[in-house]
């Protein structure tokens, strides 16, 4: 039989079958009034809701939560827009019947299929939010970089975010399922807000009876590694950088924990002064290591200004080749020499002492000045005999300079310029004198500024040092001056003693800051910074770790043989009743957040890791802990998704 529509007293559309249009009514007259003898809410078997020609399946509802209910309010006005023109009905009208029709047809296919109905409901509005949320935190992310890490960086920020996806979802729900938006929005927010901390307090407990049992320890130790990168601020590509460089620079030694700053720093420390297999590992490990920083820092400056040998090797060396070029030198120059004629050195004493080379007119002594420049003279005449050959006026010579370097500034004034004219006469004298000479002078410089580095490091000031080693040009006397200038701090870090003493310290001042760029060997300045910079992170490492009171300590091998806290007993005793309760709520967090000794065993091997197989556990680790947050976030996508669009996504 064919079906009619029929619409009842109270405006509502009935589907009714019989012979024809007036059977179907007879037949719906008489379910009425039998309906009424019988009480409200009775229906007729023949009739159902008007659903028009809608047909809905699991697809179509899930399509339609995955978009908030937004596809059947458009399917119902492009529908309308086509209808109206053709029918009585006005396009509000027609849109009306359309979407009654189509809200029948979910109502009856939810009725006959409660369970997959609400599966499709949910998992639609579960697909929907998720991917509406991954679209909108990309675009806040481009938009707004600075307000999206900000958001990101904190628990309040990520609970705010939170609440603004569920108002967005729970408002568009509501829209799209013709419900109060208001109403949605506040549903919204609201199971938005409370996502995460009801996920937090309920992974909390999780965390908290795997603990006891042993379960979930390495997914726990992972997601602290992965907290403490984070708040030092570093990405998993510093840290594996700073590893590496490490090792290129030598220091294997260096780990993550040193490499994550004070984050690393205070983690390592919170473990190393609690119960655990591996509070002597690190111990062990901290000292060993500290032990060697002398060595490791003597190899660095060694390495950096290019000195293996110390200001004295270098001075000796440097003498002896001076002494053999001399040898060499100065021989084929007394070979291939002529006369000497050192007349015009005569003439340069006379001036002073004004005499024209007689004896003195009286007995009165000569003073420190006319006694040297008089002896000067007398080692080339002796007012009758002039010195002409080329050994005995090149004595002479080296006389004067020997004279010339022990005397006071004013008898230097007098003698220098009688040297110089007789080491013209020499040059005269002999075609190669002048390269002899100035051989001995350069290497006489080289062997002189290893003094002077010396001096440099030990009382200079970086605005005399640096100029002074800047003018020397020649490669041979700056590296003169940096086996000079690095000796003292080789000899202190030699005399230092301690494993627990910090030898890198006295390195990392304003004055070296300034001078160890300066005098490094070409090329090698940054790396002999950053190792000391690293050497000092060590120790940091080492004294937040094993430095200090060792009251934590001691408490933490106590709690290894007894049940209770000595400390918070000790608190108690002493009525330092608000340490107690702080200290016992510490211990009730640890046990909450399932921190227990095989947890902080885990974390702190990754933390000790080295370039090379610990880098690889590190990564390990970060992949793990990514994995399970991102995870977790999809999961609470998925509770903020379904539950703010439920009421919305069931009702219909």
């Known amino acids: 039989m064919p079906d009619f529509e029929i619409t009842g007293p109270d405006g509502k559309k009935w589907v009714v079958s019989g012979d024809n249009a007036e059977g179907a009514y007879q037949a719906f007259q008489k379910h009425l009034s039998s309906g009424a003898a019988q009480g409200a809410g009775s229906q007729p078997a023949a009739t159902n809701p008007d659903t028009g020609t809608q047909k809905v399946d699991a697809s179509t509802v899930y399509v339609d939560e995955m978009l908030f209910g937004l596809p ?53 509005a579960i697909h929907g939010g998720g991917a509406v949320n991954a679209i909108a935190g990309r675009a806040i992310t481009q938009a707004a970089p600075r307000a999206a890490q900000a958001l990101q960086s904190t628990y309040a920020g990520r609970m705010a975010g939170d609440a603004a996806s569920g108002i967005a979802q729970g408002a568009a729900s509501a829209y799209g399922h013709d419900e109060n938006v208001g109403v949605g929005a506040t549903i919204g927010g609201v199971v938005g807000g409370l996502a995460r901390p009801v996920m937090s307090a309920g992974g909390a407990v999780l965390d908290s009876a795997g603990g006891l049992v042993g379960l979930g320890n390495a997914g726990r130790a992972n997601r602290a590694i992965a907290e403490a990168v984070s708040r030092s601020g570093q990405t998993r590509d510093d840290v594996q950088d700073a590893l590496f460089r490490a090792a290129q620079d030598g220091q294997t030694e260096f780990t993550v924990a040193d490499a994550l700053g004070n984050s690393g720093q205070r ?93 003195p007119l009286t007995n009165i002594s000569d003073d420190s000045v006319e006694g040297a420049v008089r002896r000067a ?46 080491d013209k006469a020499l040059e005269k004298s002999s075609d190669v004198y002048a390269n002899a000479r100035d051989t001995f002078r350069r290497q006489s410089q080289d062997i002189e500024a290893a003094n002077i580095g010396r001096d440099a490091a030990m009382r200079g000031r970086v605005e005399d040092t640096v100029p002074r080693f800047q003018s020397m040009q020649r490669p041979e006397q700056q590296a003169s001056f940096r086996a000079g200038y690095v000796d003292p701090y080789i000899e202190d870090l030699q005399k230092t003693a301690g494993p627990a003493t910090n030898r890198a310290r006295p390195l990392i ?23 000391i910079g690293r050497e000092q992170r060590m120790f940091e490492t080492y004294n937040a770790a094993l430095g200090g009171s060792k009251t934590a300590d001691n408490a933490a091998d106590q709690l290894d043989v007894q049940s209770f806290d000595p400390t918070m007993f000790g608190m ?53 802990a990514q994995t399970n947050e991102s995870l977790r976030e999809r999961i609470l996508r998925a509770m903020i998704s379904g539950t703010a669009t439920a009421p919305q996504s069931l009702a219909n």
């Open 572 to 624: 108690v005793m002493s009525g330092n009743f608000p340490g107690a309760a702080l200290r016992g709520l510490q211990n009730g967090i640890n046990t909450i957040q399932g921190r227990n000794s095989q947890t902080r065993d885990l974390a702190a091997r990754i933390l000790l890791g080295t370039n090379g197989n610990g880098t690889a556990a590190f990564h390990q680790a970060l992949d793990a």
């Open 509 to 531: 001042t304003d004055a070296t800051g300034v001078e160890f760029p300066a005098f490094a060997a070409p090329g090698r300045g940054q790396q002999m910074q950053d190792r």
């Open 72 to 124: 059947g309010k458009a399917s119902a006005a492009l529908n309308a827009a086509i209808r109206s023109p053709f029918t009585d009905k006005t396009f509000g009208e027609e849109y009306d019947t359309i979407r009654n029709q189509y809200n029948n047809a979910r109502e009856r296919y939810a009725e006959e299929n409660p369970v997959t109905n609400a599966a499709a409901s949910i998992g639609g």
């Open 377 to 422: 003279r007398s080692l080339l005449t002796d007012g009758e005999n002039v010195v002409s050959d080329f050994d005995t006026a090149f004595r002479a010579k080296v006389e004067l300079d020997n004279m010339i370097e022990n005397a006071s500034p004013t008898i230097q004034g007098r003698l220098i310029p009688i040297r110089n004219e007789l």
């Open 267 to 359: 983690m390592l420390t919170g473990i190393v002064r609690s119960p655990g297999d591996m509070r002597q590992t690190i111990t062990e490990t901290l000292q060993r290591r500290q032990a060697g920083q002398g060595r490791r820092l003597q190899n660095a400056l060694v390495e950096g200004f290019g000195t293996p040998q110390t200001k004295a090797q270098t001075e000796t060396a440097l003498t002896a080749l001076r002494k053999a070029d001399a040898g060499t030198n100065y021989t084929a120059a007394r070979q291939g020499a002529g006369a000497v004629n050192p007349s015009n050195a005569i003439t340069r004493a006379d001036e002073f002492l004004g005499t024209g080379g007689s004896l």
